[in-house]
Structure formats: C-alpha cells, structure tokens
C-alpha cells in the first residue's frame, strides 16, 4: 500500500490539491493508495502522541503509516524548507516501524521560483535518517498556482511528462 502525505496543515493547500493529483494517477494504474493530510492531525497531537504516547485520535494514523509499504510526500516550501509539522508528525510516529527501510517519492513545489528545490533536500536527510529508501527522481513544481487548475488537474506539458515519468519509476520502485 502506499500513502500520500500531503505534508501541512494549511486548509485549502495546494498541496493538497497536488496530493489528490497524484492519488487519481497512482489509483489509474491500479494500486492501492491512502491519501494521508497533515491537515486531518489531531489538533494538539504534539502534546497527546509524542515520545511514546498515543491517543484514540492519533491511533488510527499510525496504524496507516505502519502498515504503508511506500510513502509519496508533496511538500510545500515553507521558509526556505519544509513544514515545521511535517517534521513533527514524522517524530510522532513509531520509531521503527513507521518508515525503516521502506521507499519514499518526493516532490516539491512553491508558489515561487524553485518549487523547494532546498526543502525536499532537507527532507530527503530525514529520510535517510529514518533508512528509507528514496526514489532518485524528485520532482520540483515552481509557480504551483500556474500548473494546477481549479479541478485539481496539472496542466502544463512539461510538468505533466515529469510528474508522469516519476510515478511510471515510482510504481516499479
């Protein structure tokens, strides 16, 4: 199984949108996959399902993240890196079994210039921490409000053939 982590907890994101994008792609070629919005977090989580504690709310998450095989994380850029929540969900999930030694895509976007060039790096030493194994190609989307329209759907050619080649690699990875 694999899980989307639509990495904020912003309402309306883009990220989210870009999330569900990849959702539709990855259910076309007919695999099983959970859409997981950092947005759906418990709202005090850091205080209830930290360093070894686990409410009812949380429970459900980390039971996913537990049994997900691979891990598609769209990341905003959010100064000059990634989601500060992002960070804690990952630290509030179990260490081990949550992520050791399975696969990770990354993508990332901005509504600016570089698409989180920097932040999905930041990332990518996280993962490596954490022994995943992370796909090679990583995916920038700078301009997100440009590529996206208001159904959800990527339009710019460009983007869509990369989007494209890295769920084709992602699916055999």
């Known amino acids: 199984m694999i899980t989307i982590v639509a990495a904020t907890n ?7 949108k870009l999330a569900k994008y990849y959702q539709r792609q990855l259910i076309k070629n007919g695999l099983e996959v959970e859409l997981l919005s950092l947005e759906d977090l418990p709202p005090n989580f850091i205080q209830t399902d930290m360093y070894g504690k686990c409410s009812a709310e949380f429970g459900p998450i980390r039971k996913l993240v537990n049994a997900s095989k691979k891990f598609l994380f769209v990341i905003p850029e959010y100064n000059g890196s990634f989601p500060g929540v992002l960070k804690a969900f990952v630290d509030a999930c ?4 949550s992520f050791y030694d399975k696969k990770a895509a990354l993508v990332g976007h901005s509504s600016g210039t570089y698409g989180n060039i920097r932040g999905v790096e930041h990332f990518a030493g996280v993962c490596s921490y954490l022994h995943m194994h ?3 190609l990583r995916i920038h989307i ?8 208001a159904e959800g759907e990527l339009f710019e050619e460009r983007t869509v053939k990369f989007v494209n080649e890295q769920i084709e690699k992602f699916v055999i990875f």
């Open 10 to 16: 912003r309402s309306g994101s883009s990220t989210l």
């Open 142 to 149: 700078p301009f997100i409000r440009k590529e996206i329209n």
């Open 134 to 136: 992370v796909l090679p």
């Open 94 to 97: 179990d260490f081990p079994d």
